[in-house]
Nanobody, 108 residues
Framework: VQLVESGGGLVQPGGSLRLSCAASDYTIRRYCMGWFRQAPGKEREGVAGIDNDGITSYADYVKGRFTISQDNAKNTLYLQMNSLKTEDTAVYYC????WGQGTQVTVS
């Protein structure tokens, strides 16, 4: 199983980014998947999750701004992030039974 995130970058407050997580040797629709983040000096925290029935859940601090989704044909997980705030700055990871390498999101 390998997860590879992409789509991070530098964005101004109020802007948007879409993160992608491509899975190989793994059929994402069969499993729960999640997005996590870790800011400098802070512990890793959950952001959003999706289970194998497509039911989604969000941390309170991103609810209404972020949307998790998946494209089963592409075997890819997404995180659409809107109305970004400076406090959203972190390395973002996708995960299931393994972790991806992370992608940096900087809001400044």
């Amino acid at each position: 199983v390998q997860l590879v995130e992409s789509g991070g970058g530098l964005v101004q407050p109020g802007g948007s980014l879409r993160l992608s997580c491509a899975a190989s040797d793994y059929t994402i629709r069969r499993y729960c998947m999640g997005w996590f983040r870790q800011a400098p000096g802070k512990e890793r925290e959950g952001v959003a999750g999706i289970d194998n029935d497509g039911i989604t859940s969000y941390a309170d601090y991103v609810k209404g701004r972020f949307t998790i989704s998946q494209d089963n044909a592409k075997n890819t997980l997404y995180l659409q992030m809107n109305s970004l705030k400076t406090e959203d700055t972190a390395v973002y990871y996708c995960a299931t039974s393994v972790w991806g390498q992370g992608t940096q999101v900087t809001v400044s």
